[in-house]
Every structure is written in C-alpha cells, then in structure tokens.
C-alpha cells in the first residue's frame, strides 16, 4: 500500500498543478514589463536580461532633471536603433521584441549614460 502511495500523491500533484495552471486568466500573453528609471546615477537598473523571441515591453520613466539623459536610444542588431524622448515623470514605454539572443544596449543620445540588455 505505501508503494501505491508513492505513486498516486506525486501524480496528484502533478494533476493539481496543471488543472490550477490552466484556470488563470491567461497570464502569459501579456508582454512581460521591466522599468528602467533615469535617476542622478544613470540608469536603474543599467544591466537586465530578457528572453529572445518574446514580446517585452520596456518602460523607461525619467525621474531627474540633474543629467544629460533626456532620451534613450535602444541599439538594435545591425545598425537599427529606436529613440524615444524621455519627459520628466512620464513613463515611456518601448514595445520590443528581439530575436536572437546576444548583448544589446541602451544609452543616452550623446552614448555616454549606458545599460546593457542581455538576450537569453
Ligand atoms: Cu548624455
């Protein structure tokens, strides 16, 4: 009886798991958000890791008037770039999604405050 014990609370589990996974209201499909903020050291955080070939929106919010960075320019593969104004308090949000995993950047437009997002 403990054998089939062992056997059947671990399936149970597993049944659980699944059947609870399914009643959530479709979490996945919403693009994953990660909040970059300006601040008087730069970029927080100035290093963030993302998934390839995933929707991600990437929300930058300046909260300083005391630096260069007033826009952000997000380096794409090859020489492709996005470039967004930043308004102070506002949050801007970036809607990418990157294809292949690698070491890409974010910086002012004069590349002297910087981040690095890593694809995975
Ligand atoms: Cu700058």
């Known amino acids: 009886m403990p054998k089939l014990l062992a056997v059947l609370i671990p399936v149970a589990l597993f ?19 990660i909040e970059v903020r300006v601040t008087k050291k730069g970029f927080e955080p100035d290093n963030i890791t993302v998934p390839a070939r995933t929707p991600i929106t990437l929300v930058f919010l300046r909260t300083t008037e005391a630096t260069c960075t007033k826009s ?49």
């Open 72 to 120: 952000v320019v997000l380096a794409l593969d090859g020489d492709k770039k996005i470039e967004r104004e930043l308004p102070l308090d506002k949050p801007v949000e970036i809607a990418v999604t990157f294809p292949r995993s690698g070491r890409l950047g974010y910086a002012c437009s004069m590349n002297m405050t910087k981040g690095t997002i890593i694809v995975q």
């Open 15 to 33: 049944v659980g798991s699944f059947t609870s996974a399914r009643a959530e209201p479709t979490p996945s499909k919403a693009p994953a958000r």
